[in-house]
């Protein structure tokens, strides 16, 4: 077995536990997976392969050439990518099955230019602007892209398969934008039935992963849970929902040395010993996603007890200071896991970094490989 510096270990089965958890609290609506930015860092294939293996029907990402990286995977069911731009290949796009969504008449005729170019039609999910106004046609816009779909679903250029919107505010329960929402959906939804948009087969979707939890009334036909698949809760008020975190990042020290008292530690010389000491040499750094930020913050499991980041953050290393206790090179540090051995979690470098545990695990550098176990 080769060993590397670092490594992002994914629990399979914890994939598998996440996926059941989700589709009880989904009832019988079928899930579609957020698999963007990597499938959050996990790696996109190998996620998504045992994703769809646990009964995850859908995938989606935000760009296209994700949804295309699928396709050449080998990956089959049905795709959907939401965040596309001028000049993209769509024809590629509908050669290879991946379904576009739109939010504008513009993108709309490009998308059936496409069609007509290939002779393939478009599967289209046209997106709503409920309350958010990040993705989505403003409601006021709604009729019109409606209409230029219901026009170029006649002309066999495109079908409209699904009709979508987004929460600004799932992660605040009873946050008040929530029922304003779903209110504004149901506009957009009944819009798009008497124009003829939105026969029985079209997919009605609205819930990430923190409306799964706690909007039954928002399942519609569809939900699209992301960082929940993850083992990762998306209302850390609300607890865990008996998620297993799917990532544990460790290192292995490479370099332990004793070091006398007065010592300036890294960048700037930030931390000075306190006494004759051992550091260790942990090989991972800000561009591993280890923010220059987490300097002081966190804390990693080295020899079974949680040792500070001793001195800035590196852009491939950083430092611990474990006293007189026994350290050499080769021995593996956790930086998070599930938490089961006394270690870190993603909640808690997301609560003392003051972010989200999204950005954490998206940000994961290439360089660190994903080890796939549980398989
Ligand atoms: C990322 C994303 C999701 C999943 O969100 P989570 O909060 O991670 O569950 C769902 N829908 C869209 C459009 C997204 O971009």
Not at 224 to 238: C, D, K, Q, T
């Amino acid at each position: 077995m080769t060993t590397t510096p670092a490594q992002a270990r994914i629990d399979l089965a914890a994939i598998r536990h996440n996926v059941g958890i989700l589709r009880e609290r989904a009832g019988g609506t079928p899930l579609m997976g957020a698999v963007k930015a990597d499938a959050y860092g996990h790696g996109l294939v190998p996620t998504s392969e045992a994703l769809v293996a646990a009964g995850v029907s859908r995938l989606g990402t935000a760009y296209l050439r994700e949804g295309l990286a699928l396709r050449a995977a080998g990956i089959t069911v049905p795709v959907l990518s939401w965040i596309l731009t001028p000049g993209e290949p769509f024809d590629e796009a509908l050669r290879q099955d991946v379904e576009l969504s739109a939010s504008d008449v513009r993108l709309l005729e490009e998308i059936a230019a496409a069609a007509r170019a290939t002779g393939i039609t478009a599967k289209v999910h046209l997106e709503a602007d409920t309350g958010m106004s990040r993705g989505g046609s403003p409601l006021a816009a709604w009729p019109a892209l409606v209409a230029k779909a219901v026009e170029l679903q006649a002309e066999g250029a495109v079908e409209v398969v699904g009709l979508w919107s987004h929460f600004a505010s799932a992660d605040i329960p009873g946050d008040p934008s929530i029922r304003m929402q779903l209110d504004q959906f149901e506009i957009a939804l009944k819009q798009a039935e008497q124009a003829g948009a939105a026969g029985s087969h079209v997919m009605r979707h609205i819930a990430n992963s923190a409306a799964i939890m706690t909007l039954p009334e928002a399942r519609y036909d569809l939900v699209r849970p992301g960082i929940a698949m993850y083992g990762l809760s998306p209302i850390p008020e609300m607890g865990d929902f008996g998620l297993r975190q799917v990532m544990t990042l460790t290192a292995r020290i490479a370099l332990a040395k004793r070091v006398p008292e007065n010592s300036g530690v890294s960048y700037g010389l930030l931390y000075v010993t306190d006494r004759e000491t051992t550091l260790g040499l942990v090989p991972l750094g800000y561009a591993d996603g280890i923010l220059r930020h987490a300097t002081g913050r966190v804390e990693v499991l080295a020899g079974g007890r949680r040792r500070a980041i001793a001195g800035r953050v590196c852009m491939d290393q950083f430092m611990i200071d474990v006293g007189d206790d026994p350290l050499a090179a080769g021995d593996e540090v956790i930086l998070f896991g599930p938490g089961k051995d006394g270690e870190s979690t993603l909640q808690e470098w997301a609560d003392n970094l003051g972010t989200i545990t999204h950005e954490i695990v998206t940000r994961l550098g290439a360089r660190v490989p994903r080890v796939y176990e549980g398989a």
